[in-house]
Nanobody, 126 residues
Framework: QVQLVESGGGLVHPGGSLRLSCTAS????????IGWFRQAPGKEREGVSC????????DYANSVKGRFAISRDNAKNTVYLEMNSLKPEDTAVYYC???????????????????WGQGTQVTVSS
């Protein structure tokens, strides 16, 4: 059984930083795509950043390019999202998800990702 567990969310002031972590267990695929998604109240879930475990190809939403960075630690089965220069519009529940059928990041499109964590709240407010 695949489990994805997110941590690291919280309340931060505008301009601040947070690092989210997603620890995976139960994944038997040799290579897959994994990433971060977010959903703000009243909005659709959107891809934030994804990475391929095959070749470390990454993809970022335009709204976070230059501010967020995705990385992974194979030994710890953990994917990170470093978030800098946070803005109030970054406020959302952030989810970790994996596409175990394909190692392509596929535009970090939520519909392609089939295993999801429970989410962690990120609130950017003064």
């Amino acid at each position: 059984q695949v489990q994805l567990v997110e941590s690291g969310g919280g309340l931060v002031h505008p301009g601040g930083s947070l690092r989210l972590s997603c620890t995976a267990s139960g994944i038997t695929s040799d290579h897959y795509a994994i990433g971060w998604f977010r959903q703000a109240p009243g909005k659709e879930r959107e891809g934030v950043s994804c990475i391929s475990t095959l070749d470390d190809t990454t993809d970022y939403a335009n709204s976070v390019k230059g501010r967020f960075a995705i990385s992974r630690d194979n030994a710890k089965n953990t994917v990170y999202l470093e978030m800098n220069s946070l803005k109030p519009e970054d406020t959302a529940v952030y989810y970790c998800a994996a596409d175990l059928r394909d190692s392509l990041v596929r535009g970090c499109t939520p519909g392609f990702y089939d295993s999801w964590g429970q989410g962690t709240q990120v609130t950017v407010s003064s």
